[in-house]
């Protein structure tokens, strides 16, 4: 695929920007909340939004504090159901840009603040409508199911994107150990709660915390889901996730929940963090659609971390044939 070459700022076009008065409102109402300017959903500016921030995960040098030496996965094998014809992003663009609100509002400083994230021992809990509840340590679980190498596309609804491989597990395998009941119709994933550890929840106390997102149970059964403990062929980092995470490649990043806790099936649909706090701007489907712009950008395009290419944004991430069929 050619790249484009975009116009200066990634200016969207004025009939896809937010009101000036809806937006100033806003603006004032987050900053109460506690983030700076450029922080809840990665910027509060459509420049920025545009991950036109100057770092951007381009990094000549690895920097002497980031840490990369990471147990390793024996034996791990490639899947390769999922072929990407994008080159794979640079590791260390990939360790330094990330969003993980609990620590920072700012992508390229959560590496920095992950230090004191202790992410052995770790429980993982099953529960709800389930015929078989779990409460494992996460290196049991991991031993249960099969690991293998995905390589998959990440597109983040702030337009910036990246393509790594992930280590971990399909979801439907942990579905078909726990066996859920037929009336449950969602899967609600909730995140850690340790605002000694976790700065953001510490100084934002009013927000929805922990983090919780969720799937219809057709979208968790869906081959695609993937419950992720690790990447580049180690253990999963702490600014990606660790010990473990789910990764749904066809939908806004915001979706792939990090550090999960607790694994629930429910049958009504559970409150979910971003759509709880700014419903119009963050639906709870979360489908990459170029044709559906958010609120305060386009999404026709996406700049690759590290390398800085930008390409149009296809459908469902590129993943149509696997997903489509959910959604008619």
Not at 169 to 178: D, N, R, T, W
């Amino acid at each position: 695929m050619s790249h484009i070459i975009l116009p200066k700022g990634w200016n969207s076009p004025q009939r896809e920007i937010t009101p000036e008065t809806v937006y100033q409102n806003r603006r004032e109402f987050l900053q109460l909340m506690g983030f700076a300017v450029g922080g809840i959903a990665g910027a509060l500016l459509p420049e920025s939004a545009m991950a036109n921030t100057g770092s951007f995960g381009l990094f000549d040098n690895e920097p002497s504090r980031l840490k990369t030496d990471f147990p390793p996965v024996p034996n791990l094998k490639r899947n390769l159901d999922y072929p990407v014809s994008r080159p794979i992003s640079s590791e260390v663009a990939a360790l330094k840009y990330n969003n993980f609100y609990e620590f920072t509002s700012e992508k390229n400083k959560v590496w920095e603040n992950v230090d004191a994230f202790e992410t052995r021992p770790w429980q993982v809990k099953v529960s709800g409508l389930v015929k078989n509840p779990l409460l494992l340590d996460v290196d049991e679980l991991i031993k249960m199911m099969p690991i293998e190498e995905r390589v998959y596309r990440h597109r983040c609804v702030e337009t910036w994107a990246m393509v790594v491989p992930w280590n971990g597990f399909a979801f439907s395998g942990l579905m078909a150990k726990v066996e859920p009941e037929a009336s449950a119709k969602y899967v609600e994933f909730t995140s850690f709660y340790d605002p000694a550890v976790a700065q953001g929840q510490d100084s934002v106390v009013d927000l929805p915390w922990p983090y919780r997102e969720a799937l219809t149970i057709e979208e968790a059964e869906n081959e695609l889901t993937f419950l992720s403990t690790g990447i580049y062929g180690h253990q999963q980092p702490a600014q990606h996730g660790a010990p473990i995470r789910l990764v749904t490649p066809w939908k806004y990043g915001f979706k792939s929940i990090k550090s999960i806790v607790e694994i629930k099936f429910t049958d009504s649909r559970p409150a979910t963090f971003w759509n709880t706090l700014i419903p119009n701007e963050y639906d709870f489907t979360a489908n990459v659609d170029p044709l559906v712009a958010h609120p305060r950008w386009s999404q026709k395009r996406e700049k690759m971390i590290g390398s800085g290419d930008v390409y149009a944004t296809q459908k469902f991430n590129g993943y149509g044939e696997f997903v489509s069929h959910l959604y008619l």
